[in-house]
């Protein structure tokens, strides 16, 4: 299957309001999916389904938040009320890079606006880099050899909470 043409990717970023690492957007003016055989598809698959991954990030750290008592020390004390908790947790991943789906609960964020971003496995707060940048990922998700892990770029709050 051939890649997004320069109109549809103007439409997904504009549509989601997200940016396309250039090594991203490498791969999707070749093909439709990261990981080959992917059916993800920025334009089949519905938007409602997009906007749950997009958003997946910010409610697994919730879910922990209420169930697992997770919190960040940098946020100072935690607050006893729900409503108060949810805020400060809002904001600190609306002011983070967002994270773009890129295949499952696997994601990239969409800045630096460089190529050479890690790729975070995000479950909850649960998150691990699982590849160093896109063409590490691809090897590790499709079970080639890649030997270890190369060093990655630290990524502003998510690269701490990986740690």
């Given amino acids: 299957m051939n890649g997004y043409s320069d109109n549809?990717?103007?439409?997904?970023?504009?549509?989601?309001?997200?940016r396309f690492p250039?090594?991203?957007?490498?791969?999707?003016?070749?093909?439709?999916?990261?990981?080959?055989?992917d059916d993800f598809d920025w334009i089949k698959t519905p938007r409602a389904h997009i906007?749950?991954?997009?958003?997946?990030?910010?409610?697994?750290?919730?879910?922990?938040?209420?169930h697992n008592v997770f919190w960040l020390t940098e946020w100072g004390e935690r607050p006893s009320k729900k409503i108060a908790r949810e805020e400060?947790?809002?904001?600190?991943?609306?002011?983070a890079p967002k994270l773009i789906p890129v295949h499952g609960h696997r994601y990239i964020p969409e800045e630096p606006d460089t190529h050479g971003n890690p790729?975070?496995?995000?479950h909850q707060t649960d998150i691990i880099v699982y590849g160093a940048n896109l063409a590490d990922y691809i090897l590790h998700e499709t079970h080639k050899s890649r030997?270890?892990?190369p060093p990655f770029k630290k990524i502003r709050f998510w690269s701490a909470l990986a740690e």
């Fill in 88 to 95: 400060i947790a809002r904001a600190a991943v609306a002011a």
């Fill in 8 to 18: 549809e990717l103007n439409d997904i970023r504009q549509r989601y309001k997200i």
């Fill in 22 to 37: 250039p090594d991203l957007e490498e791969i999707y003016r070749k093909r439709r999916s990261v990981i080959p055989k």
């Fill in 119 to 122: 790729i975070f496995s995000v």
């Fill in 147 to 149: 030997g270890a892990i």
């Fill in 51 to 66: 906007e749950r991954m997009l958003a997946w990030p910010l409610e697994g750290m919730l879910f922990d938040i209420e």
